[in-house]
């Protein structure tokens, strides 16, 4: 490269001499001149070019500066908008900790102005969430180490205290030395807002704002740790509310929601502040007892909280009764950890609410077993309809003079092929507490009604079918429709279906059953008050429903002989009715006695196993076609039907 330049620079030098000479004649000139001035020539070139390439070299350093700086200069245009447009507030100080600028987003956190900050040490943020330790260690980290990052409180200017995610970091000079802090910090009171929610709404029950199980769960655990090293007993009390389903049914989920709410509020006056109260499903709730010196304080808990609720619940206008069952069971006397336990008050629960309600019970071994059984029940009877294993029986009902059978009673029977023959008395409140009562009902009102349809088909003269309801079907609200559905589609005569309905149904809200007896009876259906005289049947009321017939509860029919407490309540229900110009049927004649001692009185119609138990639908053809099925000049020497072997009849004349 240098070769070719000093080439170059001679080439020139000969070509600047050829011209010379041509210029000034060469004679005029020593060879010393021209040698000279050519080696003049020479060197002056060679500095010009010098000179160039150094001015190029200069203007290509000057332009890389340019871009450096242009570059630089965007970048701090850039920190200079994040420094004033973060949410982050950012703040520098010197070494000591004063402060020396700040954005506007620490102005929106904090509460302090630029103005109102700098010049001011930084302890203005600190608040006594901290002690002075924590302050000295953050400072020897930060001298030490040069950062520090974590979670703090702070003291917004306003006084209030906020919790901040802070980042601190040292800014040190060419030698090391630190001539800055840079501390960065986000203000979290949102996040933890929105933690302590998610926290709240993962341990406690949206509707009544109590602890759910997994929160009951981790007190109950608290609880049985503490009872253990002081040697307490802890009672954990399973309260259901008895039948309430139907009241969501008959009058919607906003009354039921608000009658709930009442609930947890009066269960939560019985407590004391130690124990908890938790809603662990939709009518049920839990509380934890503790600090007991023996398991019998639990009975008196148990007493105050179904004390409790037995006043009436009042939503809008309307009164609605309830009452609950408890079941109890008992740390460290029955065995088990928190789910254990749970399930044992459940069970003994549930044994409470068999046993008619309003009551409460301590867990057993025997419970164990009940609880077993019932969930057997409750899985098999799911199948049941499915598999055909229901079917009904029908017992008759017998005029007492003209010894005609003027109805049946439609019963409900399962075969099933794990347990036998289920009782309804067993299985029928299973099937309350579950939707299945609702299917159940539905097939027995149809079936009953075909069948009855069937009878007359078969040219049998009309009679009654009676078929009992559910609870549960005479809250719901669309039962008229429900009912008349039925009878178009299988085309019974409304005046041929009784519906059997019990007191306890009208009790929850009198004025609503009313009107529904009212719709049912304006169907021209036919109603009746089964086992009546065992709830709290309140004379008063009776006035007031539409209803036509009393069946007096064979438990005062069967000792009505021999018990004149019995013969007396059977007398007054008879004469009452009579005033009431209602119809009674007694239920559970077994004797010729009783039939006649309620003959005597003026009752009406008898059902019992002195005529038939529940038959099938074959056996009740054979009555049927018997014009009069007793006579009340015959002897009672009761002769048996062919076919099934258990329908009792009387000899014809
Ligand atoms: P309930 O409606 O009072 O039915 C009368 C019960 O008394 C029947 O029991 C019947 O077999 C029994 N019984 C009749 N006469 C005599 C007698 O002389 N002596 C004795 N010891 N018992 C007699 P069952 O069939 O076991 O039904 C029991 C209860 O189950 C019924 O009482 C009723 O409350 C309920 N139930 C039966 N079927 C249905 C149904 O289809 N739906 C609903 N919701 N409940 C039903
Ligand atoms: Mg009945
Ligand atoms: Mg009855």
Known sequence: MRGMRTLHLLAIAVLTLVTLAEIFPLMMLAHWQIAALCVFVVVLLGLIQQRTQELIATNQALKIEVDVRRKAEVELCLAANVYQNTTEAILVTDPLRIIESVNPAFTDITGYTQDEAVGHSITLLYSNHHDEAFYRQLHDELDTHGSWRGEMWSQRKNGSIYPEYVSINAIRDGDGVIRHFVRVFSDLSGIKRSEQQLQFIVHHDSLTGLPNRLLLKDRMRQAFSYALRFNQVVAV????????????????????????????????????????????????????????????TANRIAQK??????????????????????????????????DGHLGKAEAAMRRAKDQGGNSHHFFTKEINAVSNKRMAIENGLRLALE???????????????????????????????????????????????????????????????????????????????????????????????????????????????????????????????????????????????????????????LKRFPIHTLKIDRAFVRDIISDPDDAAITKTIISMAKNLNLHVVAEGVASPDQLEFLRSLGCDLVQGFLFSPPVSPEEISLFLEEDVVYRQEDSFAPKLHSGSGSVIVFPEH
């Not at 009164?319 to 088990?336: N, Q, V």
Request: with cysteine.
């Open 305 to 338: 909280l179904l004390l409790s609720l037995s006043e009436p619940f009042i939503v809008e206008t309307d009164r609605y009764f309830l009452s609950a069952s408890i079941g109890i069971s008992l740390f460290p006397m029955d065995e088990g950890d928190e």
């Open 237 to 296: 009390l399973f309260l259901g509310l008895d039948r309430f389903t139907m009241i969501n049914e008959a009058v919607g989920r906003g009354v039921g929601d608000s009658i709930l709410r009442d609930v947890g509020n009066r269960l939560l006056h019985c407590l004391r502040d130690e124990d908890s109260l938790a809603r662990v499903g939709g009518d049920e709730f839990v509380i934890i007892a503790t600090g007991l010196q023996h398991g019998g």
């Open 387 to 541: 598999r055909n294993e229901l079917f009904l029986h029908y017992q008759p009902q017998i005029h007492i003079i003209t010894g005609r059978l003027v109805g049946v009673e439609a019963l409900i029977r399962w075969k099933s092929p794990e347990l036998g023959l289920v009782s309804p008395v067993n299985f029928i409140p299973i099937a309350e507490e579950s939707d299945l009562i609702a299917l159940i009902g539905d097939w027995v009102l149809r079936t009953a009604c075909q069948q009855s349809v069937l009878w007359q088909e078969e040219g049998f003269a009309p009679i009654r079918m009676a078929v009992n309801l559910s609870a549960r079907q005479f809250q719901n609200r669309d039962l008229p429709a429900k009912v008349r559905q039925v009878l178009q589609d299988t085309g019974l005569d409304p005046q041929y279906l009784e519906l059997e309905l019990t007191e306890g149904m009208f009790m929850r809200n009198v004025n609503e059953a009313v009107t529904t007896l009212q719709t049912l009876k304006d169907m021209n259906l036919y109603l009746s008050i089964d086992d009546f005289g065992t709830g709290y049947s309140s004379l008063s009321y």
